[in-house]
C-alpha cells in the first residue's frame, strides 16, 4: 500500500485507505464538514449540541465538557497535576501544546544569544571534549559529530557521510570539478 499498513480485515483496510484517496463520505449535516469515518463524524457532532456527556467530579454539574480529552485537561486544573514537562527548564504544563509553544521561548533565546554573540564575539557554547567554543549552540551540537563519530551529511552522488554539512559542501566539489 501508500504507507506500508497491512489490516487483517479487508473492510479495515478499505477504511484506511479513503485517507490516502481523500474520500470523506461521512458528511455532517449541521455545518457541512466531511470525515472519512463514521465515528469522527459522530464525534464532531457533539460539537454542534449542548450535549456535554462528560462531567468533572470535583466541579459537579454545570461544568460539563463535549470530549472527554478536554475533561482530561481540566482535571489536571484541580489536581495540579502538570504531566508535560519542558526538558530544558523543568517548567510542567496541562497540555502537550502549551508545552510545544513553551518549547520556542527556549529556541529563541538560543538564536538571540546566537546572534548577539556574531556581535560581540562571545562563544558561550563550550565543547567539553576539546575545550573549543561556539557562539551558537547549533554549531556546538554540529562539531560534536567529530568526536562521537556521527555523519549525518549524506552525498547524494556517492552516499559518503560526513560529520559537519560545511565537509560535505567540500567533499562535493569532487563531483562538480
Avoid at 474520500?23 to 457541512?32: N, S
Avoid at 551529511?153 to 562538480?176: D, F, M, N, P, V
Amino acid at each position: 500500500g501508500e504507507c506500508g499498513k497491512s489490516f487483517s480485515l479487508s473492510s479495515v483496510l478499505v477504511q484506511h485507505q479513503k485517507i490516502h484517496l481523500g474520500e470523506r463520505p461521512c458528511k455532517c449535516f449541521k455545518c457541512g464538514k466531511s470525515f472519512c469515518h463514521r465515528s469522527s463524524l459522530i464525534s464532531h457532532q457533539k460539537t454542534h449540541s449542548e450535549e456535554q456527556p462528560y462531567e468533572c467530579p470535583k466541579c459537579g454539574k454545570g461544568n460539563g465538557f463535549k470530549h472527554n480529552s478536554t475533561l482530561t485537561v481540566h482535571r489536571c486544573t484541580h489536581t495540579r497535576e502538570r504531566p508535560y514537562e519542558c526538558g530544558e527548564c523543568g517548567k510542567g504544563f496541562y497540555q502537550s501544546s502549551a508545552l510545544t509553544s513553551h518549547k520556542w521561548t527556549h529556541l529563541k533565546i538560543s538564536i538571540l544569544i546566537g546572534h548577539h554573540g556574531i556581535h560581540t564575539g562571545a562563544k558561550p557554547y563550550e565543547c567539553l571534549e576539546c575545550g573549543k567554543s561556539f557562539s551558537c549552540n547549533s554549531h556546538l551540537i554540529q562539531h560534536q559529530n567529530i568526536h562521537t563519530g556521527q555523519c549525518p551529511y549524506e552525498c547524494g552522488e556517492c552516499a559518503k557521510g560526513c560529520s559537519q554539512s560545511s565537509h560535505l559542501r567540500a567533499h562535493q566539489h569532487i563531483h562538480t570539478g
